[in-house]
């Protein structure tokens, strides 16, 4: 493989975010047009420069700081923000205006400067600097901020209010917001938004919140997770135990074999925060008391919010006794709004509560197919497991088998015209499993990490297999039919086969609710299997046989197998040596 492959990604991606910018407005991201023009032009000396591999080096460290640095530090300083982290989530937000540059970086700076007010201990300040930023930007002489960045500034201040649970002034903040800009913020407010509604007692609002962000098209990856601890808090709320039971068993988000994870702490406070609303003040006392004990005293917000539920419960505890005693009057024990809905009940018991989750449910069960296929982070058991098996057989290969071993295994298992028109048709199946370097297999594996779960979950798990070995093997035949190389392996027709299945899965999604995107999406695939096409022809180490071949013949078996049907569940490179 040429140097070439080391810059295909890059190129890619930046295109990719380059395009959204030159749509936009162009003045407030003409700092980051630069750099993604600095990471185009090192790309085109690499291009140019072949053989010097300096170029690839300089490409990638550009596309590293100007592309995948910001993101990263700001999900970095969020985190320590919500965990009242002050000056570490200052430093990160800084450290992500250093890469940034121009509007974007002095905006980052000045909430790292709100931040720095923060750990001082200067709420109302930090709070009045961030309510500042939105209308003109980062600067006096800054031009108007454009819609989604005052929207991304409102929602930095909304998140400060839910975290200093100061949840009337955030639900003041975001019913005074007309537009968030884009959908993506829009449902990170209504997020935050139902958990203020539901801390103050209105908890219809905040499923019907709950409703419309199940029912997003941006609620994926980190935002699912959030959905999922926003529901569990406002059914805790609400004294609903069997809702908070229900989503604290789900495997997707449960870790309960780790007694000291974060997941153990969250269980029991809103454990204790569930019975709490529901008057069993000894079982509250009980379970806080455990999650005051998981806290790391270094978490500040997280122990002074379960130091007050705590000492609420019981105080609370102490009375009841008192009032069976005989020894106090027999009042509501809690402060007003705690117990909702009167003495002796909780929201739970209301039948316009009951209706309200049975249509977040059908929200959640509509968006299910497109959740599936926008699926990230773990792969799923299958997708890991043909993973494990593909490096665990380049590392025998390439390591334990040297010389003449190496080049029978190759011989053997490799796909060749030849061998194959005698008779030996394992060849289309073992040539999956082998690749020719390093490189060769981490474009695959990241191929396999990108696609392979959401045909997982889409289609079921023995289907995804069939699609990737049956495919994968109808693209090496359709290779083997055209004899220019010797041999050939790579798992390239079988992850092209996961993506025609992949392609399949988005195409069925005929909801109104996902038009637009499931029309971009599609756009977004045939560009990317357009560009590797492209590739292949420019490249003579590629073959676009297997990769066409393998294509295709994924979309035939996505639409003759189907999606699985059980209930709940979504529906409906080759070188001369051989680099497929």
């Known amino acids: 493989m040429t140097q070439r492959y080391y810059i295909y990604p890059i190129l890619f991606i930046t295109l ?18 630069a750099q993604l023009a600095l990471t185009l032009l090192a790309c085109g000396g690499a291009f140019y420069f072949s053989h010097d591999f300096v170029w690839v080096v300089i ?21 320590r923000e919500q965990r009242g982290h002050w000056r ?94 884009t959908l993506g913020l829009a449902t990170q407010a209504r997020l935050l938004a139902a958990r203020a509604l539901a801390e103050t007692g209105q908890f219809e609002r905040a499923l019907r919140s709950l409703q419309f962000v199940a029912l997003s098209p941006r609620t994926m990856g980190a935002r699912q997770g959030q959905l999922w601890a926003t529901r569990v808090s406002v059914a805790a709320l609400a004294g609903d135990r069997e809702s908070v039971e229900e989503l604290l068993r789900q495997s997707e988000y449960a870790r309960p074999r780790h007694p000291m994870s974060g997941y153990a702490r969250f269980a029991a406070y809103w454990r204790g925060r569930c019975a709490l609303a529901r008057g069993e003040f000894e079982q509250a006392a009980r379970m806080l008391t455990r999650a005051f004990g998981l806290t790391h005293p270094r978490n500040r917000l997280w122990r002074e919010a379960v130091r007050e539920q705590l000492r609420l419960a019981e105080n609370a505890a102490r009375h009841e006794r008192r009032a069976e005693e005989g020894n106090a009057p027999h009042l509501d024990p809690l402060p007003p709004g705690e117990r909702r809905g009167g003495s002796g009940c909780w929201a739970a018991q209301d039948p316009a509560y ?94 396999l990490w990108l696609f392979g779960s959401a045909v997982e979950k889409t289609m079921g798990r023995w289907r995804m297999l069939a699609v990737f070995l049956v495919g994968g093997a109808l693209g090496n035949l359709a290779s083997a039919l055209v004899a220019h190389y010797d041999v050939a392996i790579g798992a390239s027709g079988g992850i092209f086969a996961v993506i025609g299945a992949f392609a399949v899965g988005v195409w069925r999604l005929r909801s109104p609710m996902y038009f637009a995107l499931r029309r971009r999406l599609l756009f977004v695939l045939a560009l990317m299997v357009a560009a590797d096409f492209t590739i292949g022809g420019l490249e003579p180490q590629v073959d676009n046989l297997a990769h066409m071949g393998g294509f295709f013949a994924g979309v035939l078996l996505a639409v003759v197998l189907g999606a699985r049907g059980r209930k709940g569940e979504p529906l409906g490179t080759r070188d001369k040596r051989g680099a497929s």
């Open 59 to 79: 490409a990638w460290v550009l596309f590293n700081v100007f592309v995948v640095a910001p993101p990263v530090l700001a999900s970095a300083a969020g985190a």
């Open 354 to 447: 009951a209706h309200g989750q049975e249509l977040l449910r059908r929200a959640e069960n509509d968006s299910a197919g497109w959740r599936a296929l926008m699926h990230t982070g773990r792969p799923e058991r299958l997708t890991l497991s043909l993973l494990l098996v593909l490096a665990t057989v380049h590392l025998v290969n390439d390591v334990f088998l040297r010389g003449e071993m190496q080049e029978k295994l190759l011989m053997w298992a490799g796909n060749s015209a030849d061998t194959v028109k005698d008779g030996e048709w394992w060849r289309a199946f073992t040539a999956l499993f082998l690749h020719a370097n390093l490189l060769h297999l981490a474009m695959n594996g990241v191929g």
């Open 88 to 181: 570490g989530a200052a430093m990160f937000w800084r450290m992500a205006g250093w890469f940034a540059w121009g509007q974007t970086g002095r905006l980052y700076h000045q909430h790292g400067a709100a931040l720095r007010r923060m750990a001082r201990g200067h709420r109302e300040e930090a709070l009045a600097a961030l309510d500042a930023l939105a209308p003109l930007g980062a600067g006096q002489a800054a031009q108007p901020i454009p819609l989604a960045v005052s929207g991304m500034v409102r929602i930095w201040e909304l998140t400060l209010l839910v975290t200093l649970r100061q949840w009337e002034r955030a639900l003041a903040l975001y019913e005074g917001v007309y537009d968030w800009g």
């Open 16 to 33: 990719m975010q380059l395009a959204p910018l030159l749509r936009g407005d162009r003045r407030w991201y003409a700092a980051q047009i």
